[in-house]
């Protein structure tokens, strides 16, 4: 036994005798002679080092080459009984590289020819998986030793280590292919597992997998980043689950935010009946949805910025009712209780069924946690308008104290709950004043987020508009859309407005035209519509009638285009309400100009879309009435108040139509005059038929208040824009 030992132990000290000449060789630019190793050029190994490597001032702290380099070599000479060059090559460029000298190792690493040795490393990967599919021991040798194997595709990996270093990411990718290649080449099937583990070739290949598509990133090709992620995902590489789940996450990153379209995945690996993506967006939820059912088996761990993605992803894509469906499969524990009630109810409000969206946050914020829990407070105040402010409030005191921009988001909302309860049965003086508190707590919104964000700017605009405050209102308005970029179409229509408000008309239509040019063709509707209006108030009918004309032809091709049961917005009704209202406006131009039969036929064709609109009824109401048959204009106000009880068009013409025929009592026709003004107080047309009716009562008392009503009137007219602010 003393004797094997000691016959171990000189071949030990002969190979580390024979990889030290080896080094000596390549640091000096000496030649080796003898059978140890393939002879190599002279010149080539004194030109790349005799200068740069190994410098006199290296000669001084010359580092001893790593226990993990002398080991390679050990078991290199022990297998194959020589080490050739480009295997020298990589121990040295190993050994500069973990010096932290990476253009020396880069200088090392170019020398190896590795196309020379390719067809070798595939002949070895493939006899050694042959033999272990075999178990057998009869078998040719393979030219190269697994270890030479492992230590050449090691070498290639830290040359594009180097590369990246040097921002030579293109080279990098480049070489890092080079591994794939040679692998995915030789075995098609993939790397059997456990292979390559007691030599760190397995660990190679994996980090290559990873590295490569970061590499085409940086290199600023997206396309071919996007090819080496489906490669690493579809391909059979052996990786372990948490280096699949990190790619996967990275890739639905990357197609989520790079704004670059992927093709389409190659039809080989897709199998018949599979769920194909058809785009970014459809791929990257495929991904998340895989890591959170990942999740859900304990594969990995819990990752909060998955769902963060899958959110984003499923947003913009109207697909919140999977995105509830994927929260509720979610273990328990795994987000918090009111993480969880939040999510869903957020789910619930963007797919418009406000009311189990309420439902959620109620029952969230009847728990003692939940009921500190500020984003439910404050969606609550929201879209509750009965008890917004209430929630406001809360929020307002849980906020005392803490961050300026939370706490002028619940001013925002404690300002818009006020304004929208001016509407309810409220005493004049008490209306003023609750007004008069939302604007105050918009203005203290606006302080606290430094008039940075665009949704409380866009309330203190509307809020001076509809009190007739038009110079601010115009202000905030042009912040808005400098602070947006004019990225918002709402911004534009908001502006125009309160200009045409302003009777400014001209300057309005300008301002729409400018918004046209920057905005996308299925975002046009709205401020063709406006533009219509303007080109009306001024007179421009037959100018008026052709844009009203563009835009039933845009809303035709994008139905013909998107089909039916396709949706571009979270709306669904947008489009379809759209269409009703361009009709109506048509039909009414077309009745001030006698034109009955052209009236007619624009509402039958708002009939085809909705035979069930207060707007239609009314514009009938008013055909009638021009055509001089009260009878039957009374009966259709009547049947679009049955389908709407709060249309305040139908509530004025049919006060009207009664006073002009003397059909009802003074009472009736008072009640639909205050429930007109009950909804809108701003309704210029209802002011003035109510001076009208406090006219025909004679008396002095009366004769006040009609005066008071007209001169209401008058003001609101002259500030009345071509469409309601909101």
């Not at 921002?167 to 059997?192: F, H, M, N």
């Not at 987000?335 to 619930?348: K, V, W």
């Not at 669904?572 to 009955?596: D, G, P, Q, V």
């Not at 108040?641 to 003074?666: F, I, K, W």
Request: glycine share 6%; proline share 3%; with cysteine.
């Amino acid at each position: 036994m003393s004797n094997e030992n000691r016959f171990r132990q000189r071949k030990r000290d002969r190979n580390r005798f024979k990889f030290g000449k080896i080094m000596q060789c390549l640091c000096s630019g000496e030649q080796s002679r003898g059978n140890e190793m393939t002879p190599f050029s002279e010149t080539l190994s004194t030109k790349d080092y005799s200068a740069s490597v190994y410098s006199s001032r290296h000669g001084e702290n010359e580092r001893k080459p790593e226990s993990g380099n002398i080991e390679e070599a050990e078991l290199s000479l022990r297998e194959s009984g020589s080490l050739n060059y480009e295997e020298a090559r990589a121990l040295l460029g190993r050994y500069e590289y973990q010096k932290g000298n990476l253009e020396s190792a880069l200088h090392v690493f170019e020398g190896i020819d590795i196309a020379s040795v390719t067809p070798k490393i595939k002949i070895t990967l493939a006899k050694i998986i042959e033999t272990r599919k075999r178990r057998s021991q009869n078998y040719a040798t393979p030219p190269m030793s697994i270890h030479a194997v492992s230590l050449l595709f090691e070498a290639v990996f830290l040359k594009a280590e180097s590369l990246k270093a040097l921002r030579r990411y293109k080279e990098a990718a480049q070489s890092c292919t080079v591994i794939l290649d040679i692998v995915e080449s030789t075995l098609p099937k993939g790397l059997p597992e456990k292979f390559g583990a007691d030599c760190k070739l397995q660990e190679t290949i994996n980090n290559a997998v990873e590295l490569l598509p970061e590499l085409w990133k940086l290199a600023d090709s997206p396309r071919e980043a996007i090819l080496s992620y489906r490669r690493a995902l579809l391909n059979h590489w052996n990786l372990d689950s948490l280096t699949t789940a990190k790619i996967q996450k990275e890739y639905a990153v990357f197609l989520l935010y790079s704004g670059v379209e992927a093709m389409p995945p190659n039809l080989k690996f897709q199998m018949d009946g599979s769920f194909v993506p058809r785009n970014n967006t459809e791929e990257a939820v495929l991904l998340l949805i895989i890591l959170l059912r990942k999740v859900t088996l304990k594969r990995i761990e819990w990752d909060p910025s998955i769902l963060d993605h899958l959110t984003y992803a499923l947003s913009i894509s109207n697909g919140l009712g999977a995105l509830a469906n994927q929260v509720e499969e979610l273990l328990p524990g795994v987000i918090d209780r009111n993480e969880r009630y939040h999510i869903l109810a957020l789910c619930c409000h963007g797919e418009g069924d406000d009311v189990e969206a309420l439902n959620l946050w109620k029952r969230l914020l009847k728990t003692n946690e939940g009921l500190v829990y500020l984003p439910a407070l404050l969606f609550v105040s929201k879209i509750c308008v009965e008890e917004g402010a209430i929630f406001s409030r809360k929020a307002l005191e849980i906020l005392r104290g803490g961050c300026d921009n939370l706490k002028g988001v619940a001013e925002c909302m404690l300002g818009v709950s006020l304004s929208a309860n001016c509407c309810s049965n409220l005493a004049d003086s008490e209306r003023v004043e609750r007004k008069s508190e939302a604007l105050k707590c918009l203005e203290i919104a606006g302080r606290m987020t430094k008039m940075k964000d665009p949704i409380v700017i866009h309330n203190l605009c509307l809020e001076h508009a509809e009190q007739r405050k038009l110079d601010d209102a115009i202000r905030y308005a042009k912040i808005l859309l400098k602070l947006e970029g004019g990225s918002d179409i709402r911004g534009w229509i908001l502006l125009a407005r309160i200009l045409s408000a302003r009777k400014c008309l001209s300057e309005a239509e300008s301002i729409v035209n400018t918004a046209l040019d920057q905005t996308g063709v299925w975002d046009r509707g709205e401020l063709l519509r406006i533009k219509a209006k303007l080109q009306i108030s001024e007179g421009r009918v037959k100018e008026g009638i052709k844009t009203y004309s563009q835009l039933l032809a845009l809303l035709e091709v994008r139905r013909k285009s998107f089909g039916p049961g396709k949706k571009i917005k979270d709306d669904k009704n947008h489009f379809k309400n759209l269409e009703l209202e361009t009709w109506h406006n048509l039909a009414s131009i077309y009745i001030k100009m006698s034109r009955w039969h052209d009236a007619e036929l624009c509402l039958s064709k708002s009939k085809a879309i909705s035979a069930f609109s207060a707007s239609r009824w009314h514009t009938t109401g008013l055909l009638n009435e021009a055509k001089g048959d009260h009878k039957e204009a009374m009966k259709a106000y009547g049947l679009a108040l049955e389908v709407d009880p709060m249309h305040v068009p139908s509530l004025v013409s049919m006060a009207a139509v009664l006073r002009q025929v003397n059909c009802g009592s003074m009472g009736i026709i008072r009640s639909f005059l205050t429930e007109a003004l009950r909804i809108d107080r701003m309704n210029a047309s209802a002011w003035y038929n109510m001076g009208l009716l406090h006219k025909d009562e004679g008396s002095c008392s009366s004769a006040l208040e009609a005066s008071e009503c007209f001169q209401a009137a008058t003001i609101l007219h002259e500030t009345e824009p071509v469409e309601p602010f909101r």
